[in-house]
């Protein structure tokens, strides 16, 4: 502020003969000005410019997977926030069925940074504070309805940046965050829809505020949890049936531990002063020295177990485009496996004159879960009336294209393959775009005739 001030009284001393009035005290001397009036009425009227339209878009960057209870499919839930307390909305995807709905969460809340856990019931438990009130709130995902309820607050004074989730072994959902300067510890049972123990502030206290990491671990009889981050990380260990508490261990002042999960346990890692990072297995409320992959406790399937692989998914479409739309596209893991069969067998078969073309007239729905969703409004569902050409044929075309590069011993021979590239269509299928050039995909494409093997063709499910 005294700074300004200087500033200013420099700038009016410099001034022709301001700063001399200013500190002498003489008072200002108006001047008349008779034609001042005649030139605000001859001045121009300004008229604004247009710059253009302003930019507009939303965060896509958090998504989840959960899976259907009956672990055939799974449901791609993507969230579009403005700001990290929203708005937020969230388009939950059935990668079995095909539907999307979308639905707008409650504006306060960080789902971003929030903690998720999946019960044995085949809900997805999620949890973040409330910005007005910094209590813990509730909310739950059910695959069947593909839709997310809000339960409310379910902790007092319990908020935080980072709130992570874990399901027990007992079926429980247990949760942490900050309480002041300390971590916090809670369970909740999905069964009675409410949190049945608080264990309040819990491990040590850290002067400029406590962070706990993104994981917490969770056993039969012990909850640990990633304390920190100022003077240090603490590892502490709460006993589910008494309470008490005590503290692991310490990482290096200011260096991160990790904990993860592996059913029905977890183990930490802890990085070591010019030293490789130690892990332990953390079972019963004490470390165990991890020296391979067995862990110490007996085997349980975890919510996760029955589940098929997840899909392969493609994200580069998910943001909204001018018109308010995304696109994702999508196949299972066995479509993924078929159509890599079908491309290797393709590859070794001699190679063929085709013309990769569109057919015309209506497609049916694909079978199983391979295709693309629009994400709109989800008012309705229609199919589209044109076929999107093979992925493998696109895919195997850049890999002939590899081969004929790799085998040009001539000139002739490195202009034939420099054509073939610039033959393979524009916007390549989401499965091959990743193997070309980015500036290949922005090249205007040749008519010519591609040399290509395979040319079977996948349909696109479009959801509006």
């Not at 409330?130 to 509730?138: A, D, G």
């Not at 640990?224 to 008494?242: F, K, R």
């Not at 030293?275 to 996760?304: C, F, M, R």
Request: hydrophobic letters at 40%; a positive charge; one cysteine or more.
């Amino acid at each position: 502020m005294s700074r300004s001030i200087l500033r200013l009284a420099v700038f009016l001393t410099l001034l022709p003969g301001v700063g001399q009035r200013a500190i002498s005290g003489t008072a200002w001397r108006v001047v008349e000005q008779p034609e001042l009036k005649q030139a605000l009425e001859d001045a121009p009227v300004l008229r604004p410019e247009s710059l253009g339209e302003p930019a507009r878009g939303v965060n896509v960057w958090e998504r989840w997977f959960v899976p259907n209870f009956d672990g055939k499919s799974w449901d791609l839930l993507q969230i579009y926030f403005k700001e990290y307390y929203g708005p937020t909305w969230l388009c939950a995807v059935d990668l079995g069925t095909g539907e999307v709905k979308k639905q707008r969460l409650a504006d306060g809340h960080q789902f971003y940074l929030s903690g998720r856990a999946l019960g044995f019931d085949g809900k997805f438990y999620i949890a973040t504070p409330s910005r007005r009130t910094w209590n813990m709130h509730f909310f739950v995902y059910d695959p069947a309805a593909n839709t997310l309820e809000e339960r409310g607050e379910i902790v007092s004074g319990l908020g935080g940046e980072v709130r992570p989730l874990a399901t027990g072994p007992d079926g429980r959902i247990y949760g942490t965050g900050t309480r002041g300067n300390q971590v916090g510890l809670y369970i909740y049972d999905p069964k009675l829809d409410k949190v049945v123990k608080d264990f309040g502030a819990v491990g040590p206290k850290h002067p400029k505020g406590a962070w706990s990491r993104y994981v917490m671990g969770v056993d039969d009889t012990h909850a640990y949890i990633a304390s920190g981050m100022i003077p240090a990380w603490y590892l502490v260990a709460v006993n589910l049936e008494t309470g008490e508490q005590k503290v692991l261990l310490e990482s290096p002042t200011e260096r991160v531990m990790d904990i993860i999960e592996s059913f029905p346990g977890a183990y930490v890692r802890v990085p070591q002063d010019g030293a490789p990072d130690k892990e332990y297995w953390l079972y019963h409320g004490e470390t165990i020295p991890k020296v391979n992959d067995k862990p110490p406790w007996p085997k349980q399937d975890s919510p996760w177990a029955k589940a098929v692989p997840k899909p392969e998914v493609y994200f580069d479409q998910i943001d909204p485009d001018e018109n308010g739309n995304a696109v994702v596209w999508y196949r299972s893991r066995e479509d993924a496996k078929k159509e890599k069969a079908k491309v290797e067998q393709a590859s070794s078969l001699p190679v063929v004159e085709k013309s990769l073309s569109r057919p015309s007239g209506p497609c049916c729905p694909m079978a199983g879960s391979t295709g693309r969703a629009t994400i709109t409004s989800a008012r309705s569902c229609s199919i589209p009336r044109r076929m999107q050409r093979s992925i493998a044929a696109r895919a195997l075309a850049w890999r002939r294209t590899q081969r004929l590069f790799a085998k040009a011993n001539s000139i002739s021979a490195a202009i034939r393959a420099v054509i073939f590239l610039y033959t393979i269509p524009r916007n390549p299928g989401p499965w091959a775009k990743a193997d070309l050039p980015a500036v290949r995909r922005r090249t205007k494409p040749m008519r010519a005739v591609i040399l290509v093997t395979s040319a079977t063709l996948t349909g696109r499910l479009v959801l509006g």
